[in-house]
């Protein structure tokens, strides 16, 4: 179809196709159309096919099977952020990290949810989930583990270190990916069923919110673009708010296999009546710049440090900030600017912070730990 | 059921028939969803919708011979709905990865942006055109029977599509 007559611009536009480099097909859609026959025809509603579908932009929690791991670079690992030895640029990824939650004894708050949709049972009621043993007549498993977790009184003391795309507690039935973390969105949930505005400032909620399409989209995947302009934080408000005001939320399990019938839960979570009135004074910084915490190379806690530390490092540039990359690897030295590279600061190398200011172009921090304190210094950076 | 082409006798084959095409061809409708929206979980999402589409609509597809187009047709109407809904916030496509690992991805993805950033600021019904000419690689009158448009409308799109991409390429490029 090639014509010999093409012009340059359309042989660099079909060049350009050509290279891209096209994701595989998600494994979900090849379940789809193998389940296609054996639970609808098209005489009955197809909305009924119980297959994973990605909630629309907006909606909160629905839980996932994307392979969210492979947006960012290497294993989740685990390492003492302020001890010795931490963190350094040489040190690769040590441990796959469990996404065990944060061991933190946390009072229990109870809540309500319903089993909406599950195979092979009908809707159940409501349910006051008081203690663990109340989780006790949803499906086992992802879904007894997360009605536990969402026990706890604060979403800080669900969320793990390496949330939100830490490893599922239970492997997923399909090999696409590594699915959601329950600590995850259990820590969500909790969120919304107090109406926590705090998670929204959270480094974890800006990430997945950046390189989702909103918090109840399928995990960010490879591929993933940041829609600009993303203001992760008002987006999230404003996603908590409407939950509030909703009064429920819904939380779909992975999915798993009955009888080898593949089939995933819908759980009904409801609002704390108070949620609307605590979300009322909540509001965004004027500047609420995309956020990428680079997931393969940092914990939570050192990305929120970093970013915090650049933020006040920027003074008044922030406002001109569109989006705050942070990273475990030593970026701009192995990226193309200014020679020759800047020595390494002092201290413990903690990680790089890569501002972009839009028109007025780039800037780095090198982040290290000197005495305990958390030390940013600009490096050059020409991307 | 009633209308349908077939009779209930027929349905098994014509079901069997449905998934062997569309299975046949989830690689180029997920290649095409996802380079009409430019990321993965929307590709999944309009690719799960014109499938469930298609699958209310099969019985009423009398040609099977024309089954490319028809399916085409309803991904590419899914998609642009989406793009349209889009519209409203400037998309900017970024590199696949947050992390930037070193030198050569980054100038890699930075030269991939540039394509990106260009297409991505195409309308809808632009780009649409775009990937289905320099992608899908098919004709004039074939994206027109696609897109539900005459062959000259598809003709016109181009021209004003790769206008545009010239001038925003030129800008990148830093000749504008």
């Not at chain 1, 297959?51 to 791991?69: E, N």
């Not at chain 2, 642009?80 to 890699?108: F, K, N």
Request: aromatic fraction near 6%.
């Amino acid at each position: 179809m090639v014509d010999a007559r093409e012009d340059p611009l359309e042989a660099r536009v079909r060049a350009w196709y050509l290279g891209a480099a096209e994701p595989p097909v998600p494994e979900r859609l090849y379940e789809l159309v193998a389940r296609l026959g054996t639970e609808t025809s098209p005489t009955n509603p197809v909305r009924h096919i119980a297959t994973r579908r990605r909630a629309p932009a907006g909606s909160f929690l629905v839980a996932v099977l994307v392979a969210a791991a492979i947006l960012v670079v290497g294993v989740l690992f685990i390492s003492s952020l302020h001890g010795p030895g931490s963190l350094g640029p040489s040190v690769g990824p040590t441990a796959s990290a469990p996404a065990s939650p944060t061991p933190v004894a946390a009072a229990l708050a109870p809540y309500r949810l319903s089993l909406a949709v599950t195979a092979g049972r009908s809707p159940g009621p409501t349910l006051t989930i008081s203690t663990a043993a109340d989780c006790a007549s949803l499906p086992a498993g992802w879904d007894t583990q997360f009605c536990a977790l969402v026990l706890r009184s604060t979403w800080e003391s669900i969320i793990g270190q390496v949330d939100p795309f830490g490893p599922p507690a239970s492997p997923p039935v399909t090999t696409s990916g590594t699915g959601p973390s329950v600590t995850w969105y259990a820590a969500l949930a909790r969120a919304e069923i107090d109406g926590d505005a705090s998670i929204c400032r959270d480094v974890a909620t800006e990430t997945w919110i950046t390189f989702g399409t909103g918090l109840g989209g399928a995990a960010p995947q490879a591929g993933s673009s940041i829609s600009r302009p993303v203001h992760p934080i008002a987006f999230c408000l404003a996603d908590l708010r409407r939950k509030a005001s909703e009064g429920a939320f819904t939380v779909e399990s992975p999915p798993y296999k009955v009888a080898g019938v593949l089939t995933g839960d819908t759980i009904n979570m409801f609002v704390d009546p108070g949620a609307v009135a605590r979300l009322a004074g909540a509001s965004a910084p004027p500047n609420d710049p995309a956020i990428a915490c680079a997931q393969g190379q940092l914990t939570r806690d050192a990305c929120q440090e970093l970013v915090d530390a650049a933020e006040v490092a920027l003074g008044s540039r922030l406002a001109a900030v569109q989006d705050l990359g942070a990273y475990g690897q030593p970026i701009p030295c192995r990226s193309r600017l200014v020679s020759p590279c800047p020595p390494p600061p002092s201290g413990t190398w903690l990680g790089s912070v890569i501002a972009n200011l839009g028109a007025g172009g780039f800037v780095a921090f090198d982040g290290a730990l000197v005495g305990g304190q958390l030390q940013v210094t600009e490096v050059p950076f020409a991307p | 059921m009633a209308g349908s082409a077939g009779g209930a006798k027929e349905w098994p084959e014509r079901e069997a028939a449905f998934k062997s095409l569309v299975g046949a061809r989830l690689n180029r409708a997920y290649g095409l969803a996802w380079h009409l929206l430019g990321d993965r979980s929307d590709a999944e999402d309009a690719c799960q919708a014109a499938i469930l589409a298609a699958w209310s609509a099969w019985p009423r597809l009398q040609d099977q011979d024309r089954f490319d187009a028809w399916f085409d047709r309803i991904l590419v109407n899914t998609c642009l709905e989406h793009l349209r809904r889009r519209a409203r916030r400037p998309q900017v496509a970024l590199a696949d990865e947050p992390g930037i690992p070193g030198r050569d991805a980054l100038a890699a993805s930075l030269e991939h942006d540039v394509m990106s950033r260009a297409l991505a600021g195409l309308n809808p019904e632009q780009r649409v055109t775009v990937v289905l000419r320099f992608w899908a690689d098919l004709t004039t009158e074939a994206i027109a029977e696609r897109l539900g448009i005459p062959p000259g409308t598809v003709r016109s799109r181009l021209h004003y599509a790769l206008d545009a991409l010239r001038v925003e390429l030129d800008r990148e490029d830093g000749h504008g």
